[in-house]
């Protein structure tokens, strides 16, 4: 019954879980709110704070899941993809247990993890299945066939989705991160009042960054016709931007599906939260006749929760990684490590 620590702290949430043979018994997450003053995240911003909120998360975490600290068998840490500072504070802080405690290091990769949340809890997919990973900094289309054998398909040649819904944001002059409020508003909104174009870019790749600009423009345009455009129109403007997002991720998967034979889809990562994207490809899944897994709500944004079942897997394999570890900024799945690096 391995007992596993872990810990996340890639980009502004400080997060840490504990998860006991697989099952997740906590999972404590402190959000920064400082960053919403400047309309992103400041990387020295986030680490500053992570450093403040890490060791508060931890000792939460242990206590709802009343784990001793000296029962913890291993401790799981997200080594990137992120922000450097704030992997950085994560990882220094896993390596410093784990050398107190006695306890080997796991490593896990950020974008396996949104993946693997699917495997918390009993509802989970099967080897193979497609996964569409959309967060603040990723987009991609996943062939998955084992816990650690993935295979980008398709990935955004440019914008990321959730940024294309954070900077779409911005230019409605809501706060940061926009995603949940473009979310709240267009749930008030006709998603076909206005058409945004969908980029054609060949096989499974996207593009988001026409799009931003498209809406700048047809902002622009209209906010000099009428300067109360955008207030007298939010919802109309939030659930059609949303509509094209989904449709333009959706389409791509769908096809995607077809192309390799996939029949079980799933969504990962922060903009799966959205509610638009969950119903459209709820709506796809039983057109096709597919199965579709949408992960729970505090499973969709970052989360220590997911790299406690990442951590589970690798433990039961028994990959672990040494003290000499370092983070890694940009961290492919496989990660390649040169001979004496890390
Ligand atoms: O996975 P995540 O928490 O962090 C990264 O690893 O990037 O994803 C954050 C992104 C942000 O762009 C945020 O605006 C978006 O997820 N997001 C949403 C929703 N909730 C979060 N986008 C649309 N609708 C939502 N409900
Ligand atoms: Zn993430």
């Not at 890490?54 to 401790?75: E, F, G, S, T």
């Not at 990973?133 to 987009?139: A, D, K, L, M, P």
């Not at 709820?282 to 929760?305: R, S």
Request: proline content about 6%; glycine content about 8%; overall charge negative.
């Amino acid at each position: 019954m391995p007992v596993i620590l872990a810990i996340e702290s890639s980009c502004d949430d400080t997060s840490a879980a504990v998860c006991v043979d697989g099952v997740i018994l906590s999972n404590v997450i402190a959000n920064q709110r400082i960053h919403e003053a400047y309309g992103g995240v400041v990387p020295e911003l986030a680490s500053r704070v992570h450093q403040q909120n890490i060791v508060p998360a931890v000792q939460q975490a242990l206590l709802n899941a009343k784990v001793n600290k000296n029962d913890i068998d291993a401790v799981a840490f997200t080594r990137g993809p992120g922000l450097l500072g704030s992997l950085l504070v994560g990882v220094s802080f896993a390596k410093g247990f784990a050398l107190a405690q006695n306890a080997p290091l796991v490593e896990v990769n950020h974008m396996q993890a949104h993946i693997l949340a699917h495997f918390i809890g009993d509802h989970n997919p099967t080897f193979p299945f497609l996964c569409l990973t959309v967060s603040g900094g990723h987009t991609q289309i996943v062939l998955v066939k084992d816990y650690f054998d993935m295979q980008i398909i398709g990935q955004t040649l440019d914008d990321a989705a959730g940024e294309a819904m954070d900077k779409t944001s911005k230019i409605l002059g809501l706060p940061y991160p926009g995603g949940p409020l473009i979310d709240k508003y267009a749930r008030q909104g006709n998603p076909d009042a206005y058409k945004f174009p969908e980029p054609q870019i060949p096989g499974f790749d996207f593009s988001f960054s026409g799009l931003k600009t498209s809406i700048l423009y047809f902002i622009r345009d209209n906010v000099a016709k009428n300067p109360d455009f955008i207030t007298e129109n939010m919802a109309d403007i939030c659930a059609s931007v949303e509509k094209r997002i989904a449709t333009i991720l959706l389409n791509k998967f769908e096809r995607a599906a077809k192309e390799y034979g996939i029949t079980q889809l799933a969504l990962a990562g922060g903009v799966s939260a959205n509610t638009g994207l969950r119903l459209g490809l709820q709506a796809l899944c039983e057109k096709n006749g597919w199965e579709a897994f949408i992960p729970a709500m505090q499973y969709c944004t970052d989360n220590a929760a997911m790299i406690a079942i990442a951590g589970y897997h690798k433990y039961l394999k028994g990959e672990f990684i040494g003290q000499d570890v370092a983070p890694m900024a940009r961290m492919i799945f496989k990660p390649l490590t040169p001979k004496g690096e890390h």
